[in-house]
């Protein structure tokens, strides 16, 4: 009997591993079918072990880690590992899984690949500045190639949190306040991560995190509760995370907050109604780090076992780290609290990844010594992350063009604590770069300008008191032409368990700020942060002045290309900069309120003590050059609910300069029957333009684009008027109308 099932079992694995040789050629039910045989196989136990990801020693993300990971692997009681990278250490644990477990089901290896792999790209606050999809689909690509060759098959990204809270750390990690931009920025990274086919060689099945709304963390507190209504959460959280859904990620991860009383991690409502049944998803759900433990805490749970039952029957399918679905499924099972048949359905959403990936073809495919080789840091990878670095810096400033620094220039002075520093530029999330492998400002003008003197002193650090280096700063700045003035925050102040209750420079960079530009030299301000810091006196007291974030590897080459002026900035910011912390949320697309803001009454909605205006606008961006807006006009004066709504605009490039501009199209429906936004971004263009030329842009916009939910799933659009406004950011003035009929 014993041969007999041994024979079997061997006879199904045979047929199920030759079978899925091509993984593109299995149709859809082949591949089912394959599965289910393979279940059938499986124990309880094994099927459980499928359900389960633990971390690896080589790397920590999280509080805590098993010890025994390694075991389990042999026992087939864990089916994917995250924190674990490259050729060597991916085949080691692979074959501990396939040499040793009953059924060598492959191991699936997942890793936080953010914003690149080993080169490090800006972080995804940076990219989002950008506004260019493509350019961000291709950081992905590019992060996708060298974590694959990697033995990575699976990036826990792209993070589509909407974020309109800056004190909240994880900001950074996302594509800032507004659906629209963050909906096509989170597609783009999916198909970037995901290529053409899981199948290929150098792609990663992304995961669209986390789910859902944890952007919107009370008072900006990491992990906090966030309540809201399902109007609020359709019509702004929720369209990112579907948007990648839509893109085809292959899985999706819970968030670690609760969401109107329900934690993330049990909330049917998210994982099964909305994820599966609305938007008819089709990958496997994980949980974040140990959040199925954590439902003890929120107090839905009354143990662990119970914690288990309400996450599986909300809809996870893998338990991150926790260890309860391994500690309790089967006793849920035997107690008849929960069903097998619903871990069948959790195991066949893993496998079905694994299959996608062409494990079940070669276990090995991505863990290869030569691949590896010659797919981290090349040069036309190091290129592509240049090219977006610069792409993501945002000129906020540049009074009298003291920007870019002329060729004339003898000594620049750099000044300030992110000069030569290389450890802060990748900000949160590296993966596996190596930040000295990070090319500083000081290194990136050194090359730029190399017949230039440049004097460089760090006059304080990021944090702390100490102001034993100013007087030495001044000297360097008396001295020079130029002074570049490089501050900002610590990597670490921002992204996860990183939230910061100011915003303002941390330590004495202000003072020293202050110390330098009453010298009264030239003076550009960089910036490098994770979130916009509340930069009110700079803004005011720096000739020049730029936001930076922080761009990667090549941070240094990208701030050079910018400030001499061989590369004109076009980015513009993807969420509002505040003037201090009590302006937050601050976000373009407020409400009017009953009693709009109105500067001789007092008793309308505003502050005693700081203006409702932020300090830089969503979409707020300079250049060298300037441009000028005229002629928008729509094709008709009024259309019906089909019509498709065309809208022209001239800009002209007024300036000296070749640049680039981003378009940006608003609408605000003023009278509705609930209350809308003031302002919603439907549509943008990138543009480039020769000084002295001018082109029509034109956008269509679909009736559809300018309805909302009124009640639940369901969405309407009105007739009625509604008022278009195009200009290079969220404010902008020229302004037309249409009726829909
Ligand atoms: C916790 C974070 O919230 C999540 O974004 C990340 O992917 C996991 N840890 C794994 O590192």
């Known amino acids: 009997m014993k041969q007999l099932t041994f024979l079997l079992i061997s006879l199904v694995l045979l047929l199920t591993f030759t079978m899925c040789q091509q993984p593109n050629g299995n149709d859809q039910d082949e591949v089912a079918q394959k599965i289910d045989s393979l279940i059938d196989l499986m124990t309880l136990e094994e099927k459980i072990g499928q359900l389960t990801l633990y971390t690896s020693d080589m790397d920590q993300t999280g509080a805590f880690i098993r010890k025994e990971y390694e075991s389990d692997i042999k026992q087939g009681k864990v089916g994917a590992i995250f924190n674990a990278y490259g050729a060597d250490y991916t085949r080691r644990l692979q074959e501990m899984a396939v040499n040793n477990s009953r059924l060598r089901i492959p191991l699936l290896f997942g890793y936080d690949v953010i914003h690149g792999h080993r080169t490090i790209f800006p972080v995804p606050l940076a990219e989002a500045a950008s506004w260019n999809l493509e350019a961000i689909e291709n950081s992905a690509r590019v992060a996708a190639e060298e974590a694959s060759a990697e033995g990575l098959h699976w990036t826990f990204a792209p993070m589509a949190d909407i974020a309109r809270d800056p004190r909240w750390g994880r900001i950074v990690e996302g594509a800032g306040e507004d659906p629209y931009l963050g909906a096509l920025i989170a597609a783009a990274r999916v198909k970037g991560f995901q290529g053409d086919d899981l199948a290929d060689l150098n792609t990663l099945a992304a995961c669209v995190k986390h789910f859902a709304a944890y952007g919107a963390s009370q008072a900006g507190r990491d992990y906090h509760s966030v309540d809201m209504s399902e109007l609020m959460l359709r019509e702004v959280y929720l369209p990112p995370y579907k948007a990648a859904v839509e893109a085809g990620a292959a899985t999706a991860m819970t968030s670690f907050n609760d969401l109107n009383g329900v934690p993330a991690t049990s909330n049917h409502f998210l994982l099964t109604e909305l994820l599966r049944d609305e938007w ?42 926790a260890g309860i679905f391994q500690q309790s499924l089967t006793k849920l099972v035997s107690e008849k609290r929960i069903q097998e048949t619903i871990i069948d359905q959790a195991v066949s ?35 592509a992350a240049r090219d ?31 000069g030569s520093n290389q450890r802060d530029l990748f900000g949160s999330w590296s993966a596996a770069g190596d930040w000295t492998k990070a090319v500083s400002l000081a290194q990136g003008l050194k090359s730029r ?106 941070s240094g080459n990208a701030l050079a290309d910018i400030l001499s002026g061989d590369y004109n900035p076009s980015a513009k910011l993807p969420v509002t900069f505040p003037r201090n912390v009590g302006q937050i949320p601050i976000y373009y697309s407020m409400k009017n309120t009953g009693r709009p803001f109105d500067e001789n009454n007092k008793y309308t909605s505003k502050y005693l003590d700081v203006s409702n205006e932020p300090l830089y606008p969503f979409g707020f961006g300079l250049s060298y050059t300037s441009f000028h807006y005229d002629k928008l006009t729509l094709s008709q004066q009024s259309y019906k609910m089909n019509d498709s709504i065309q809208v022209s605009v001239e800009v002209s490039n007024t300036g000296r300069v070749a640049g680039e501009e981003i378009v940006q199209l608003y609408v605000r429906d003023p009278v509705a029957s609930m209350t809308r936004p003031v302002r919603e971004l439907k549509a943008f263009d990138r543009i480039w333009l020769e000084p002295g030329s001018s082109k029509i842009i034109k956008f269509r916009l679909h009736p559809n684009q300018l309805g909302f939910y009124v009640s639940g799933k369901k969405y309407i659009t009105e007739p009625g008027k509604f008022s278009i406004f195009v200009g290079g950011n969220s404010n902008a003035s020229l302004e037309t109308g249409f009726d829909l009929k």
């Not at 494990?359 to 495919?365: A, E, I, K, V």
């Not at 330098?516 to 810091?533: D, N, Y």
């Open 280 to 321: 008819g998803f089709e990958g496997f759900v994980v949980t974040d780090y140990t959040s199925i433990m954590e439902l003890l805490y929120h107090g839905v749970a009354a143990d662990t076992a119970h914690a288990a039952e309400l996450s599986l029957k909300a809809g996870v399918d893998m338990d991150m780290q």
């Open 349 to 383: 959403r893993i496998l079905k990844i694994k299959f996608e990936l062409g494990l079940f073809d070669d276990p090995y495919r991505y863990s290869y010594k030569e691949r590896e080789k010659n797919n981290i840091m090349r040069p036309d990878q190091l290129e």
């Open 388 to 418: 977006m670095a610069r792409k993501s810096i945002v000129l906020l400033r540049n009074e009298k063009n003291t920007l870019p620094i002329s060729n004339e220039v003898k000594t620049i002075a750099l000044i300030g604590p992110m």
């Open 449 to 554: 300008f190399p017949d230039t003197k440049i004097i460089v002193e760090e006059g304080c650090s990021i944090e702390g008191n100490d102001k034993s280096g100013f007087r030495a700063a001044e000297k360097a700045a008396k001295q020079a032409d130029f002074v570049i003035l490089a501050l900002g925050e610590a990597y670490w102040m921002s992204g996860e368990a990183a939230s910061r209750s100011e915003l303002s420079l941390p330590g004495v960079q202000q003072e020293l700020a202050e110390l330098i530009i009453e010298t009264g030299k030239p003076v550009a301000s960089v910036i490098m942060s994770g979130r916009p810091l509340t930069i009110n006196w700079l803004a005011e007291n720096s000739p020049a002045l730029i936001q930076a974030w922080f761009l990667g590897t090549q």
